[in-house]
């Protein structure tokens, strides 16, 4: 897989100092990451790109929309989102990402690929339960929370007033109550 090309940033030729990178992010980008779960993207990412003599410092700033389905009615709605990642890229002998937060590249790296570490702020900033706000609210109309509140078990005391009780029973419950 190629890596997009448009988020490359060679620091190579780059001044000390911070340096700004913003990136409008739409659906196609998670197409190249064979991500299909949202169905429209809108988020803006902003990125400061601090360069010093032995690493980088990177800030990315992620806010916009994104639509996806409700977990409960698969009902399409839009979800904000926003969400910041710290990433200090130092430089080593070897290619190494084991920490979260500290990237280790080699000496020789001149340019370095950000889209990566993009899409895993935006898909950790989503919530883990997507539920749409009209259910929260008690607006949304939908076939689906019918026939859930038309399935949801009754409460106890609606199962004994709308179900005939067979009389043998009544006298069983007498002999409880006789003590």
């Keep these: 897989m190629k890596p997009l090309k448009e988020y490359t940033i060679p620091f190579i030729g780059l001044k000390e100092g ?3 990178f913003d990136y409008q992010i739409d659906k196609s980008f998670f197409e ?6 949202f169905n429209d993207v809108n988020v803006k990412t902003s990125l400061v790109f601090e360069k010093k003599s032995t690493l980088l410092e990177l800030h990315f700033k992620v806010k ?6 409700c977990d409960l ?3 399409p709605f839009n979800q904000k989102l926003k969400g910041e990642l710290d990433l200090v890229v130092k430089f080593g002998e070897e290619y190494n990402d084991e920490h979260e937060e500290i990237l280790i590249i080699p000496h020789g790296d001149y340019e370095i690929n950000v889209s990566q570490f993009i899409y895993e702020l ?6 883990t339960k997507r539920i749409h706000p ?15 509140e038309e399935l ?4 106890l005391e609606e199962k004994e007033t709308s179900e005939d009780i067979d009389p043998r029973w009544n006298t069983l419950k ?6």
């Design 32 to 37: 190249y990451f064979k991500y299909d779960e």
């Design 73 to 75: 009615t698969n009902e």
């Design 152 to 155: 949801s078990p009754k409460s």
């Design 64 to 69: 916009g929309e994104v639509n996806i389905n």
């Design 18 to 20: 911070k340096h700004h």
């Design 122 to 127: 935006i898909i950790l900033s989503m919530p």
């Design 174 to 179: 007498k002999l409880l109550t006789d003590k």
């Design 134 to 148: 009209g259910i929260k609210e008690g607006t949304l109309k939908s076939d689906i929370l019918e026939k859930l």
